[in-house]
């Protein structure tokens, strides 16, 4: 499974950014991916959970309400809508894919497959 992450950049604080998470190279289509995040000297920490099968979602405190994930099933890709954009941001932002089921997930070791990472810098 390949999971190739665009869309990061630089903005402003408040502005937005949009992530894309585009699946290839599997089998079975993973049943839920994710979003994480990693600023430098951090660990990594989940965002955003989706469930590819139903489309329930789940999301980490600091982002409710903020920050909305999405798919387009058609095109095998998931979505990081990110609105309001604060400074503690910024981070490298990684898609990750597993087989969990519908339940939230927001461990990063429930996922087996991840991608390179996309770079968000708000200032």
């Known amino acids: 499974v390949q999971l190739v992450e665009s869309g990061g950049g630089s903005v402003q604080a408040g ?10 190279g599997y089998t ?4 839920n991916m994710g979003w994480f995040r990693q ?8 965002v955003a959970f989706i469930y590819t099968g139903g489309a329930g ?7 409710k309400g903020r920050f909305t994930i999405s798919q387009d099933n058609a095109k095998n890709t998931v979505y990081l809508q990110m609105n309001s954009l604060k ?5 490298m ?14 461990a990063a070791t429930s996922y087996n497959y991840w ?3 996309t770079q968000v810098t708000v200032s």
């Open 115 to 117: 991608g390179q990472g």
């Open 57 to 63: 979602t789940c999301y980490a405190d600091s982002v």
């Open 15 to 24: 502005g937005s950014l949009r992530l894309s998470c585009a699946a290839s």
């Open 93 to 106: 932002y990684y898609c990750a894919g597993g087989y969990i089921g519908s339940r939230c997930d927001l």
């Open 28 to 31: 079975f289509r993973p049943h």
């Open 87 to 91: 400074a503690e941001d910024t981070a």
């Open 39 to 46: 600023a430098p000297g951090k660990e990594r920490e989940a």
